[in-house]
């Protein structure tokens, strides 16, 4: 069974410092990796998928993430933080049921991320 | 406009009153979900649905029920609701379709207090 990993819980930086975000997942196939946000008080929002095509892979709001099978990782980045990106981040793992993998979607326990003046 | 949409977005009730959160989505999904968020916790998988009449427990089935009746329709049913069920609960839904990648598009939540 796939699972997901975010280290993190809290993640503190200034405005215009880069954003780093770490989310390792586990998958006995290869993965479709996801990255949604959560705004205060809202529902989730897709910002960007990994689905077995270019390895980086651009969001939207200028966030990116890169999958690197050799770490089983799929950290999330952006440049340069703005106060609008205060937000929790839930990295999730689904799989190709094709492939014999479970189409089920497995999230992290989220990372808070704080951006300060 | 393509949503999913939940009702009602805020309850308060009592202990043991049955309560019914409706879930709909307009996107003609076969795959629909139900998940609980609790802090520290992430998102926890209550229910699915592969289609019309299936449905299969997720990781924290306990104490819910739902019914997939309409393909459009995938309502949570608390018949007894009880404290540790207070929370915040989201509907999904998916196409199953290879080139949907699994992906789920969420309502807007409902945040539950059962006192």
């Known amino acids: 069974a796939q699972s997901v990993t975010q280290l993190g819980s809290h993640v503190s930086v200034s405005e215009g410092a880069l954003v780093l975000l770490r989310c390792n997942y586990s998958?006995?196939?290869?993965?479709?990796l996801f990255w949604y946000v959560q705004y205060p008080n809202q529902g989730l929002q897709l910002l960007l998928k990994?689905?077995?095509?270019?390895?980086l892979v651009k969001g939207i709001n200028g966030f990116e993430a890169e999958f690197k099978k050799s770490e089983t990782s799929f950290h999330l980045t952006k440049p340069s933080a703005h106060m609008r990106d205060a937000a929790e981040y839930f990295c999730?793992?689904?799989?190709?049921?094709?492939?014999?993998?479970?189409?089920?979607?497995?999230f992290g326990k989220g990372t808070k991320l704080t951006v300060n003046p | 406009e393509a949503q999913v949409t939940q009702n009602p977005r805020y309850l308060i009730t009592v202990t043991g009153k049955k309560l019914t959160v409706t879930c709909s989505q307009n996107?003609?999904?076969?795959?629909m979900s139900w998940y609980r968020q609790d802090p520290g916790l992430g998102l926890r998988q209550i229910y699915y649905?592969?289609?019309?009449?299936?449905?299969d427990k997720g990781d924290v089935p306990e104490g819910y029920k739902v019914s997939r009746k309409e393909k459009r329709n995938f309502p949570l049913i608390l018949e007894s609701p009880s404290p540790n069920q207070t929370s915040l609960y989201f509907c999904?839904?998916?196409?199953?379709?290879?080139?949907?990648?699994?992906?789920?598009?969420f309502g807007p939540g409902t945040r539950l207090t059962v006192l």
């Open positions: 990994y689905t077995s095509a270019a390895t």
């Open positions: 996107m003609n999904h076969e795959y």
């Open positions: 649905s592969m289609n019309v009449e299936v449905t």
């Open positions: 999904a839904s998916s196409p199953l379709a290879r080139w949907a990648y699994n992906e789920q598009f």
């Open positions: 999730a793992v689904s799989e190709e049921p094709s492939q014999g993998g479970s189409e089920k979607l497995v």
């Open positions: 998958s006995s196939v290869p993965p479709y």
